[in-house]
T-cell receptor, first 113, second 111 residues
């Protein structure tokens, strides 16, 4: 069964460093998403992406964040200058279309020291 | 602000008992999903409901979407220790491209 994959599973970085989290969505899906979950808190929406454009973003998704689909398979989330409060699990999701169910990857645990 | 409130937050029951988890909001959703999440892993889809009043069954799990598409429930019959986990509801507000997640219900089924 096709699934969303994410790399790395765990990323440790120093405050102020840039990080890139990678995702490979399900191959025939056209809509891509990033969510985050701070430890002990609920899953929060960051951004949705379709046709090489951001469709919607939350207040969390400020200028420090960017997304890109650099090729036909990868979908990346970049955090330019990480802060301590960026420490969280980051989940990528994809869906076939905007009304279809979103399927989630296993997540990347980001730890900012 | 769109919110999804889940209740109860924690539930500890004996094997064989029945339980119901609720997901409520004042917002209307185009669809509502139920996920199960294990520690350190991503949410795994259980079911999607899209029509007001819709009922779906997945073995011992029964999911219902409210008539007004503002709320949902998950009922587990004869709970088993393997049902232990975190259950999340997630709604897609009408006209958006995102999911709003509930706060989660942590279920523990004791043998």
């Amino acid at each position: 069964e096709p699934e969303v994959t994410q790399t790395p599973s765990h990323q440790v970085t120093q405050m102020g460093q840039e990080v890139i989290l990678r995702c490979v969505p399900i191959s025939n899906h056209l809509y891509f998403y990033w969510y985050r979950q701070i430890l002990g808190q609920k899953v929060e929406f960051l951004v949705s992406f379709y046709n090489n454009e951001i469709s919607e973003k939350s207040e969390i998704f400020d200028d420090q964040f960017s997304v890109e689909r650099p090729d036909g398979s990868n979908f990346t989330l970049k955090i330019r200058s990480t802060k301590l409060e960026d420490s969280a699990m980051y989940f990528c999701a994809s869906s076939r279309d905007s009304r279809d169910t979103q399927y989630f990857g296993p997540g990347t645990r980001l730890t900012v020291l | 602000t769109q919110l999804l409130e889940q209740s109860p937050q924690f539930l500890s029951i004996q094997e064989g008992e029945n339980l119901t988890v609720y997901c409520n909001s004042s917002s209307v959703f185009s669809s509502l999903q139920w996920y199960r999440q294990e520690p350190g892993e991503g949410p795994v889809l259980l079911v999607t409901v899209v029509t007001g009043g819709e009922v779906k069954k997945l073995k011992r799990l029964t999911f219902q979407f409210g008539d007004a598409r503002k709320d949902s429930s998950l009922h587990i019959t004869a709970a088993q220790p393997g049902d232990t986990g975190l259950y999340l509801c997630a709604g897609e507000p009408s006209g958006t491209y995102k999911y709003i997640f509930g706060t989660g219900t942590r279920l523990k089924v004791l043998a």
